[in-house]
C-alpha cells in the first residue's frame, strides 16, 4: 500500500470511518473498532496529497459502476444457466473470473445473456449513487499519481521513462 507510506494514522482513520460506516449501514462494523482500538492506536488528519484528488475518485467510482453492471449480468446467467459457482463458469467460458472482468467483458456477456433470455438484468446496485463515470475507465491509483507529483517536484523522470533528464 505505497499510496499510505508516511501516512499510516491517516489510514487507521480511515479504517474508522470504513467501520463506522459498515455499522451506520447495519453491517458489522463494531468488531473491527473494537481491534483498531486494541491496538492503542489513534487516527489524526495525517492523510495523504492525494485524498480527495477527483481523477482518482472518479476511477474508483467507475469501476464500482462496472461491478454493479458485472453482477447484474452475472446475476442473470446465473439465474438462466443454473451454474453454481460463478467464478468457475466465467473461468470455462471466458478464461476470468468475476474480479478480472473488464468493461467490454461485461458487455459480451450482457450480449451472451440476452440471446438466451428476454428478462431484463436486475438493476446496479450502484446506479443508485447517480454517479456519471465511465463504466470502462481503467483504475487510477495513488501510488502511480504520487510517483509522478514526486519525480515532477524533483525534476526526475519516473523510472522507466523514455527521456533522459538533461542536466545544466
Given at each position: 500500500m505505497l499510496q499510505w507510506e508516511g501516512f499510516e494514522s491517516g489510514l487507521i482513520k480511515y479504517a474508522?470511518?470504513?467501520?463506522?460506516?459498515c455499522i451506520v449501514r447495519g453491517i458489522n462494523g463494531h468488531g473491527e473498532v473494537e481491534k483498531l482500538d486494541q491496538l492503542g492506536i489513534t487516527p489524526d488528519d495525517n492523510t495523504p496529497p492525494?485524498?480527495?484528488?477527483?481523477?482518482?475518485?472518479?476511477s474508483h467510482r467507475s469501476r464500482l459502476l462496472c461491478k454493479g453492471y458485472g453482477d447484474s449480468v452475472c446475476d442473470g446467467l446465473k439465474k438462466v444457466l443454473r451454474f453454481k459457482k460463478t467464478d468457475d463458469f466465467l473461468k470455462s467460458l471466458i478464461g476470468k473470473?468475476?474480479?478480472?472482468?473488464?468493461?467490454?467483458?461485461?458487455?459480451?456477456?450482457?450480449?451472451?445473456?440476452?440471446?438466451?433470455?428476454?428478462?431484463p438484468l436486475e438493476e446496479n446496485y450502484y446506479n443508485q449513487f447517480g454517479w456519471s463515470d465511465d463504466p470502462a475507465a481503467e483504475y487510477v491509483w495513488p501510488s502511480n499519481i504520487y510517483r509522478k507529483i514526486i519525480a515532477k517536484s524533483q525534476n526526475a523522470p519516473l523510472k522507466g521513462a523514455s527521456h533522459k533528464r538533461i542536466w545544466k
Open positions: 474508522y470511518f470504513a467501520a463506522e460506516e492525494w485524498i480527495g484528488t477527483e481523477t482518482i475518485h472518479s473470473t468475476k474480479n478480472e472482468l473488464k468493461y467490454a467483458d461485461v458487455v459480451g456477456l450482457d450480449k451472451y445473456y440476452h440471446t438466451l433470455s428476454a428478462e
